[in-house]
């Protein structure tokens, strides 16, 4: 791994601090992951594999351009264990989410799949042997507690099981966001995006193939509004980033919490109950102050993808010194 001289020197320009942009991006930015996640709810009758396979395919089509405007040596990379490791979890995050969405309602599906920040201090203690903060064990088990709350469990789980399977969504996500906060040391935003897209749409192609069914014109909108608002969301997240610190701007991830809910409640008449807003009010407390506390590893994306990057950490710790 770089020495902290050597990554502080491959830095990109310092990001100009403005919280109250950055915050607005990354906002903007999780209306689009409720949007897309909202469409693929809607998407009843498409396959999960044909809905991963869109989503990757459009928006790596969409990023290659950018991707690419400085040549081929932007995508050049040693890391392609960790590359693959990031991009099968993150899928199988997608897709789990994509199957829990259909059969609740979307803000506890949202929720769930992406409350991630709370798996991420149990990874990085037993897998990066890293020291968690007394605090940010006590987060996690408020969020828990919250999980509980909102799978409500009894012998109805077992006959639908979605909320377990968003919860499932949501440890592939903390896998695959603690390797893109490895990767990150060595490999820009851009490039861990690139591979992303690309090995994950090579990945779903065979399932896509396999269920393949022709899709009517409003389930063509809706795939093609998914690989949209998946792709709009990563750059949003990307420029929100280079505007703030993770630190400041992180908490805002959490109104796709809210905007879920909203469009759960107007589309499809979702209204929760007590027990479900107390849990979703305890996951949310839970996420905050693990992501605060918790180091590096549990700042960045709160979804599938995680745009937290080593290097713009440290480029704002060195501004700040």
Known sequence: METLAATTAALPPQPASNPVLGATLLTIAFLAVAIMSAFGKAATHVSTGVIVFFQNAISL???LPWVLRGGISGVKTHRWGMHIVRAVTGLLSQALMFLAVKRMP???AVLL???APLFIPVLSWAWLRQRVLGIVWVSVLVGFAGIVLILHPNAAIL????????TAAAAFSAV????????????????????????????????????????????WLLLAGIGFFMAVSQLLIILAY????????????????VFSGLIG??????????????????????GILSTKFGGPNARGHFGWIGHWNMRHHLSFR????
């Open 113 to 115: 799949a992406n409350s």
């Open 242 to 257: 280079r505007h703030a610190s993770a630190e400041r701007i992180a908490p805002f991830n959490y109104s796709v919490v």
């Open 176 to 219: 695959a966001l603690v390797t893109v906060n490895q990767l990150s040391s060595t490999d820009s935003t851009e490039r861990i995006l690139f591979y992303y897209f690309l090995i994950s749409s090579l990945a779903s192609l065979p399932f896509a193939v396999r269920a393949w069914k022709a899709p009517t014109m409003h389930e």
């Open 265 to 286: 409640w107007l589309v499809w008449h979702n209204t929760p109950g007590l027990l479900a807003l107390a849990g979703v009010a305890l996951v949310t407390l839970g």
């Open 61 to 63: 089509q969409l990023f």
């Open 159 to 166: 006959r639908n099981p979605a909320a377990l399977i968003a």
């Open 318 to 321: 060195e501004s700040s010194q």
């Open 106 to 108: 979307l803000m506890n």
